[in-house]
C-alpha cells in the first residue's frame, strides 16, 4: 500500500480524510492500521508529545498522508489519541506509566512544546474539492 506520512497540519484547514480515496472496507481497514504505524514511528523517532485536543485543535497536531496520488488527514478520537500517544511514550521510556487519560486533554504530561511544527504542511487547492 503506497501510503507515507508527508506532514502535519491543523484540522482547520478543512482537507479531507485519507480514508475517503479509498473504496474497499478491508483496504481501509489496512489503511488505518498503516496510518497508525506512521504517525507512532513519527511520534517516538521526534518525541512529538501532545494531547487529543491539540491534535484536533491545534495549529499542527493533524497528520497528513499521501496516498495514490491524493492528501488527506488521518484522525481520532481525543481517547484514540491519548492511547496511540500512551503507548509511543511507555515504548520511549520503556515504562508502562502511561495511559490514554495521560495525553486525551491538555495538561503537563502532553506538552505542546513537543509538537511538529517545522513539518507544517500546506494544502494543495487540489485536496480542497
Not at 484547514?13 to 496510518?35: H, N, Y
Not at 496520488?69 to 484514540?80: A, D, K, L, Q, Y
Not at 506538552?111 to 507544517?120: G, L, Q, R, W, Y
Request: proline share 3%; aromatic share 14%; net charge negative.
Amino acid at each position: 500500500m503506497g501510503i507515507k506520512l508527508v506532514g502535519w497540519t491543523t484540522y482547520k484547514r478543512g482537507m479531507p480524510d485519507i480514508g475517503s480515496f479509498v473504496e474497499d472496507p478491508e483496504d481501509k481497514k489496512s489503511l488505518a492500521w498503516t496510518c497508525d504505524a506512521l504517525v507512532a514511528e513519527d511520534i517516538k523517532k521526534n518525541k512529538w508529545k501532545f494531547s487529543g485536543d491539540y491534535h484536533q485543535n491545534g495549529k499542527c497536531g493533524m497528520p497528513v498522508m499521501s496516498y495514490n496520488g491524493h492528501e488527506g488527514i488521518w484522525m481520532c478520537s481525543w481517547r484514540g489519541w491519548g492511547g496511540l500517544m500512551a503507548d509511543c511514550w511507555n515504548d520511549i521510556e520503556k515504562s508502562y506509566k502511561y495511559d490514554y487519560m495521560d495525553f486525551y486533554m491538555a495538561d503537563d504530561k502532553a506538552s505542546v512544546n513537543a509538537c511538529p511544527d517545522e513539518h507544517f504542511v500546506e494544502v494543495k487547492s487540489e485536496d480542497l474539492k
